[in-house]
């Protein structure tokens, strides 16, 4: 594990590492650009993840299992809110249902923390998390990413996932998603991208999105506006921050 600035959670864990370029949402991810970093630093769990394209990393869509870091929750002392993953998507392709049941299995164990998955794969955390063996743990929020409305039917796929606290990331939000159904979503996180090759995100946008929070009593978290510096554009909306987390929800689930 380690701390993070990730707004919304506390710490990173890291089971899997790799991932692959899947929709536009992943076209400046930094996970890629940190991968590289770290195998450039020696990191032989990193190894072979990216390669250079057009001056840049890339995803190659090899995957690492990482059993050294499989049972860090078990150690670490103090309730925290982890993100899974990361430097991947648990329920990528390649990674073995096998292996899912063993990260499953440690979150079970370490209950005293409380896990938040994101995957742009929802439709494989369904089928996988519908397979015998899997429980719906009260501490592991699962989510799916959704940066526009080409990908907007993520959101009917998450809502076949069993679960107890569903999310939807809107970030890197590229796109308006107005309309979206957040029917049994209790969380939504949203932002803009950032990093040197940022896209636009309109405001109207977020506002589009705190609205339909409204509408279906959905948690709302605006993350950041992002750009080339995300510290000096801040996170404020319309004069405030916005940190709600489901949580305050939980009488509903």
């Not at 899947?22 to 770290?38: D, E, F, K």
């Not at 648990?90 to 440690?106: G, Y």
């Not at 107890?164 to 991208?193: K, M, Q, Y």
């Amino acid at each position: 594990m380690a701390d993070t600035t990730i707004e919304w959670t506390d710490a990173t864990w890291n089971p899997v590492a790799g991932c692959s370029v899947l929709s536009a949402g992943c076209t400046n991810c930094y996970a890629m650009r940190m991968a590289a970093r770290l195998e450039s630093m020696g990191q032989g769990k990193y190894r072979g993840l990216t390669r250079k394209s057009g001056g840049r990393a890339k995803w190659t869509g090899k995957i690492t299992l990482d059993e050294t870091s499989l049972l860090v929750p078990q150690r670490w002392r103090g309730a925290r809110r982890v993100f899974v993953n990361s430097m991947s998507d648990l329920f990528h392709e390649s990674v073995p249902t096998e292996f899912i049941a063993r990260v499953w299995n440690v979150m079970e164990s370490a209950s005293l923390h409380t896990y938040q998955i994101l995957t742009k794969r929802p439709r494989r955390m369904a089928e996988v998390l519908a397979q015998p063996g899997f429980k719906r743990l009260p501490n592991v929020w699962l989510g799916t990413s959704v940066e526009d409305g080409s990908v907007i039917n993520r959101l009917d796929e998450l809502r076949e996932v069993p679960a107890v606290v569903r999310f939807v990331s809107f970030e890197p939000l590229i796109g308006s998603v107005a309309g979206a159904n957040l029917t049994d979503i209790h969380w939504a996180i949203a932002g803009g991208e950032s990093g040197p090759n940022a896209r636009y995100m309109d405001p109207a946008w977020v506002d589009e999105i705190e609205m339909c929070c409204r509408r279906y009593d959905t948690a709302f978290f605006f993350k950041q506006w992002g750009g080339k510096n995300k510290k000096a554009a801040g996170r404020l909306l319309n004069g405030r921050t916005y940190d709600e987390m489901p949580i305050l929800f939980a009488n509903d689930f």
